[in-house]
């Protein structure tokens, strides 16, 4: 393909409008030629700016405007399988931003329809695998210098959670990428989840668990624990520590620029995940548009966003009947490798 990608960006709000800009001024080889919302006024107002591009509110429709090759699902989870299911219609490569779905049931029969096309059709937008930190903590991992992985300690806050987060969300929308990382970095599923309740923060709004602490065990026999805190008032933090057999590797300090005045040393630390993983939202969209270019389908797959979907599952029954649960996984079809 030489000229630009076309893309179909499907959700307008806040996800959608910063991948409609990074289509158009950051990434190469693509232009965004339609831009969907179920709010037309808002649809109208991302597209406007860019030559040439139609808004819509209707996936479908925007899906069969010429100009359009490939699709990028930012709509809230509960749209996206309908989208899917459209793009696949339409024979189209595609995008879509975690969850894939919200639920197991739905992600696998996104996954079946995608094994009826034969080939893979789909990257999910798991983006810390795009981050400089977390490729290299995978690549010192896959050298085996430091032996075994035996554990994996992840901490992960925000400021402040939305309004409409739920105590269920903490683990659906948040511990997702953990899930995933999870399973990346130690290449081998999550088998049970164990989820503990600390005394909500005070600062966390009425009737909402914040913090959780989260315990994962995988196929490999190796643990991986969350600290997911959503209220923590102070900024951005997703760290991570890989305890192995002869040492231990960390990502995630945080260590940008460093200040040294009046008696105290000290940096900035982000405040929200669209800063400390713009890189990584970057280099994702980048390598999905050149590997769409090649005719190639790269990345996290559908396979990947149904296994963090059942992991989530099993991980929100474990935080409301407070017992360990584990994760009910299909078979895994041979087109995922
Ligand atoms: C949000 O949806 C994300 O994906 C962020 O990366 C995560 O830090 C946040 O907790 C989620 O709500």
Not at 4 to 17: D, E, K
Not at 55 to 72: E, F, G, I, N, Y
Not at 236 to 259: P, S
């Amino acid at each position: 393909m030489t000229a630009p990608l076309g893309v179909a960006v499907i959700g307008a709000g806040r996800m959608g409008a910063d991948h409609v800009r990074r289509i158009q001024e950051v990434v190469s080889g693509a232009r965004v030629t339609a831009v969907v919302d179920v709010d037309a006024d808002r649809a109208e107002a991302v597209a406007a700016p860019v030559d040439g591009c139609t808004a819509h509110t209707d996936p479908a429709a925007a899906m069969a405007v010429a100009d359009v090759d490939a699709v990028l699902i930012a709509s809230p989870g509960p749209a996206h399988e309908e989208a899917l299911l459209a793009a696949f219609a339409h024979d189209l490569p595609v995008l879509c931003e975690k969850p894939l779905t919200p639920d197991p049931a739905s992600a696998l029969r996104v996954l079946e329809a995608e094994q009826a096309l034969g080939r893979r059709r789909v990257q999910v937008g798991f983006m810390r695998r795009y981050d400089p930190e977390y490729t290299r903590l995978r690549a010192v991992l896959e050298t085996g210098r430091l032996g075994r992985p035996l554990m994996l300690h992840n901490r992960h806050r925000n400021v402040a959670s939305a309004s409409f987060f739920t105590s269920s969300m903490l683990i659906s929308d948040s511990v997702a990428h953990e899930a995933d990382v999870t399973r990346w970095l130690f290449g081998h599923e999550i088998t049970a989840v164990t989820v503990l309740r600390p005394t909500p923060s005070s600062a966390a709004p009425e009737g909402l668990l914040d913090p959780q602490f989260v315990v994962f065990e995988t196929a490999g026999g190796a643990l991986s624990d969350v600290e997911i805190f959503v209220n923590c008032q102070f900024g951005y933090e997703v760290q991570a520590e890989a305890v192995c057999e002869r040492g231990t590797a960390r990502i995630g300090a945080g260590h940008g620029l460093l200040t040294s005045t009046e008696g105290r040393w000290g940096g900035a630390i982000p405040q929200d995940w669209t800063e400390r993983f713009a890189d990584a939202y970057d280099r994702q969209l980048q390598a999905w548009v050149d590997a769409t270019r090649r005719g190639e389908v790269t990345g996290p797959s559908t396979w990947d966003g149904y296994a963090a979907a059942a992991v989530c599952a099993a991980g929100v029954r474990a935080l409301h009947e407070g017992r360990r649960v584990e994760v009910e996984l299909a078979e895994r079809p041979a087109l995922y490798g």
